[in-house]
């Protein structure tokens, strides 16, 4: 896929001393003193370039904290006098963007909730046109590439210049340990599109969970992103909306300096194809490696089921019925067939070997 865009570098829009760009701030705003003591630590830290805060907030099930609306506006406006910090909110409709703009939020981002939609996203990009503000768009919520460009093409065709994507990750069918699975490939095939577009990691959204903030914040890092968006919370635990995963003004500042940053191609284009390519590579093969242990995780349910239940480990139909699937599988993706072999032999005694270590150990 090749698309073009007119667009401008991220240092065109924001002077962040050549460092990544971090936006920071409450999931969602909820009181005037909330948002104010809260942007005064973060500015007190010194390390963020953007004051983040939902004011609109899309929210999975109804009942949920929706966000305080238009009355939360001014609170930006305060905080962004006392402390400088421009501001960045979410847009989610038409109306919304108007009463960004009547407020002079700076910065404004779409959600993964409406990137999904062409409709809304349309509808945001008419009501943008003309407007000359950075617009940040996340990924949407399902792992589609072609509507998450296609969202950029419609916000860059009412004019939009200066433009960022935020990569939040993408929602999971099963459980897992991250709120939303990150899917690095898809965020590096993104800058193989738009190379020229900022690539912003959003790992609170990623997490779900404080704990897992880090990690994934140096992965982000570890993949030249060019900034951050992280929840900060003057109270995390007793946050409206996602508690677990926001950190207080002071414990972001902790964090980050954590983070190893790689300055010495930070911000540099890739040397050349070659690196591209094994960088590619890279994050795939960390991929496929996360894929297994997801994998391995369900043998182990299985192996617990097949313990509690006296089912044999080995069932011949079924691992023939594996064999089967698998090979025709591959060959619809033009792998060698040796190779599926192969893999799927190692994979299946590897599945052996975890089941029967379970099946061995006492039951609780
Ligand atoms: C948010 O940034 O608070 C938010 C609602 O995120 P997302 O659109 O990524 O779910
Ligand atoms: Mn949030």
């Known amino acids: 896929m090749k698309v073009n865009l007119k667009t401008e570098p991220l240092s065109s829009w924001i002077n962040t001393n050549g460092k990544p760009m971090i936006i920071a701030g409450p999931c969602s705003a909820e009181t005037e003193e909330q948002v104010l003591e809260t942007a005064r630590g973060i500015a007190a830290e010194g390390y963020a370039n953007v004051l983040r805060a939902g004011v609109w907030k899309p929210r999975t099930r109804p009942g949920s904290f929706e966000g305080v609306g238009e009355e939360a506006l001014p609170w930006l ?15 989610a409709t038409p109306q919304h963007v108007e009463l960004a703009v009547k407020y002079g939020v700076d910065i404004l981002w779409i959600g993964a909730r409406t990137t999904v939609n062409p409709f809304n996203v349309q509808d945001l990009a008419d009501a943008m046109k003309g407007l000359d503000k950075p617009v940040l768009i996340k990924n949407p919520v399902n792992p589609d590439l072609a509507l998450w460009v296609g969202a950029f093409e419609r916000i860059a065709g009412a004019g939009i210049t200066k433009l960022g994507a935020i990569h939040r990750g ?15 490939q898809i965020a590096v095939e993104f800058r193989s599109i738009f190379p020229e577009i900022p690539m912003i990691g959003d790992p609170s959204h990623m ?21 951050l968006i992280i929840e900060s919370h003057r109270n ?6 996602d508690a677990s995963q926001q950190l207080t003004p002071k414990a972001l500042g902790e964090m980050l300096k954590s983070i190893e940053y790689r300055n010495a191609t930070y911000g540099a284009d890739f040397q050349d194809e070659l690196d591209r390519l094994r960088n590619r590579l890279d994050n795939l093969d960390r991929e496929l490696l ?18 509690d239940n006296s089912v044999a480990v080995l069932q011949l139909d079924r691992w023939k019925q594996v064999h089967n699937s698998r090979q025709d599988w591959g060959k619809a993706l033009n792998l060698y067939p040796e190779t599926v072999e192969e893999l799927f032999k190692l994979i299946h005694m590897e599945s052996i070997r975890k089941q029967t270590e379970v099946m061995n150990q006492e039951t609780a």
């Open 207 to 227: 997490a779900g969970k404080r704990a897992y903030l880090a990690e994934l914040t140096q992965r982000a890092m570890d993949l030249n992103y060019d900034g």
């Open 77 to 91: 406006q305060k905080a962004k006098e006392e402390t400088g910090l421009p501001t960045a909110v979410e847009v």
């Open 290 to 307: 996360e894929v297994l242990a997801s994998r391995m995780s369900v043998v182990e349910q299985l192996g617990e089921y097949k313990r």
């Open 170 to 184: 993408f929602s999971n069918a099963q459980e897992t340990k991250l709120r939303n699975s990150p899917m690095w």
């Open 236 to 241: 995390p635990d007793e946050a409206w909306s």
